[in-house]
């Protein structure tokens, strides 16, 4: 499937429509270069906008944040969790650890995996 229509289904109106345009650009990640044409429809934008949705939002938040994860089983994956897409994380992650977010212990897990990989990304994005 090509990356436009990755794109149509992320700008699409249903909640479902966007948690199968994050399934199918994750299934399309194989390479560096995958991650490099997702990064040109603006995906850290989506995904932001998708984990900072309500949990009635569930089933687009949940396939947003394993499409971030993603990132992480690809090399040098991780260097495309900017600013943004670290902040939404921990923002998951401390509303987790207050009992509002059932996405908080994956969030953890994944700021773990981040730090593991990278700590560059994580201690950049904690000086702002």
């Known amino acids: 499937m090509s990356h436009s229509r990755i794109d149509a289904l992320l700008w699409g109106k249903g909640k479902e429509e966007i948690a199968t345009g994050y399934r199918v650009a994750r299934y399309s990640i194989t390479d560096i270069q995958s991650l490099k044409h997702l990064e040109s429809i603006r995906i850290d ?9 309500p949990p009635s939002h569930n089933a687009e938040r949940e396939q947003a944040m394993k499409l971030l994860r993603t990132f992480l089983d690809v090399p040098q ?9 670290v902040k939404a994380i921990v923002a998951i992650a401390e509303m987790g650890a207050h009992g509002e977010d059932r996405l908080g212990a994956i969030a953890i897990e994944t700021l773990g995996e981040i730090r593991i990989f990278s700590s560059d990304v994580l201690d ?4 702002s």
Request: no cysteine.
């Open 77 to 85: 994956g991780v260097t495309f969790l900017n600013h943004g897409l």
């Open 124 to 127: 950049n994005n904690s000086r």
């Open 45 to 53: 934008w989506h995904i932001i906008r998708s984990l900072s949705r």
